[in-house]
Structure formats: C-alpha cells, structure tokens
C-alpha cells in the first residue's frame, strides 16, 4: 500500500510509475513503441498517425533509411520544454509516427510548423516531459538531459528531506 504524501495528484489511467509517484521526474524520448511522448499518449487513451507520409508527403522527419532528418519547433510557455529550450528550438528526428489526438492529462507543449507534435506534458504538475524527437543524437545540445538530471536531484532532495514518509519511494 502506498502511504498518504503530498504527492500532486496522479493522472487517471497512468501506467503504474507515473499513478503511484506523480511526482517522479519522467522523460520520455523517442515517439516509438518502447519510449516516448507517443507511447505514453496512447497508453493514456490517445492516438497515432500511423504513417505521416500518408497525411503529410512533403515531411522530412525520415529522409532516408537510418538517416536523421532535424525538425523545428516552438515551445509553449511556461512548459517543461520552454524553460529548458527556449522559444524555439530543433532536434534530430526520425518520425514516421505522429501523435494525433492527446490524451486527457496530457498538453502539447512542442510542435513544429505543420502540426506534428514533438512533445508534451502532463496537465497535474510534476516532471515528466515525452518527446518525439531524438535529442540523444545531438551529443552538443544537453539542455534536456541536464534538466532532467535536475530534476531528479530535486526529486531525491525534496524526498530526503521531507518527515513525511521518507521510504514511499525507496
């Protein structure tokens, strides 16, 4: 049984994880099957673009076979995503999948000029940020990665901290 916390309160459906510790720093990069912004929309009742080349010919999220295209995006303000990179921004990608409709508890809070989305978040607080985009191929750009880092640091700070149930997420 997980004891009474202050916890923000969790997103209805969440996979386990995000359910019994909202406020569990979680990033999700990559809009495919085994992480991501995408698989965490679906997972919370929201859906895919199966094959963005079928609504969007001109895209150029996959130029080639293994070849990373870089995608452009706006931030929304006062996300996880605008804190961390600004405005504006681009990453490498290799969509081929898209979000399309997003879940409740969840905000678009990225996306590029023709709509794709790149990344969202949830709407109850916490830390957790999916991404659709490859920030992991741009070895020069850290800004996530350093966010989240930071985050969990807070995390564990706040945890450690805390009188009240110091163990909950041991």
């Not at 049984?1 to 996979?15: D, E, L, M």
């Not at 681009?90 to 000029?113: E, F, K, N, R, W």
């Not at 070895?139 to 930071?150: K, S």
Request: charged share 15%; hydrophobic share 40%; net charge negative.
């Amino acid at each position: 049984a997980v004891a009474a916390s202050n916890a923000a309160p969790a997103i209805p459906g969440a996979p386990p994880m995000i359910a019994t510790s909202p406020k569990l720093p979680l990033w999700l990069a990559c809009g495919r099957s085994r992480g991501g912004g995408a698989p965490i929309n679906v997972a919370l009742g929201g859906s895919l673009i199966q094959h963005i080349p079928d609504v969007n010919p001109e895209a150029q999220y996959q130029p080639a076979p293994g070849v990373f295209g870089n995608v452009e995006f706006t931030t929304a303000p006062g996300s996880i995503s605008a804190d961390l990179l600004g405005p504006r921004a681009s990453a490498p990608c290799y969509h081929h999948q898209a979000m399309d409709s997003i879940a409740d508890g969840l905000y678009v809070t990225a996306a590029a000029a023709d709509g794709t989305v790149e990344a969202l978040e949830t709407t109850s607080g916490g830390w957790v940020l999916g991404v659709q985009f490859h920030p992991e191929q741009n070895p020069d750009d850290l800004r996530l990665f350093n966010g989240f880092v930071e985050a969990a640091l807070n995390y564990r700070k706040e945890r450690t901290e805390s009188p009240v149930n110091v163990h909950q997420h041991v």
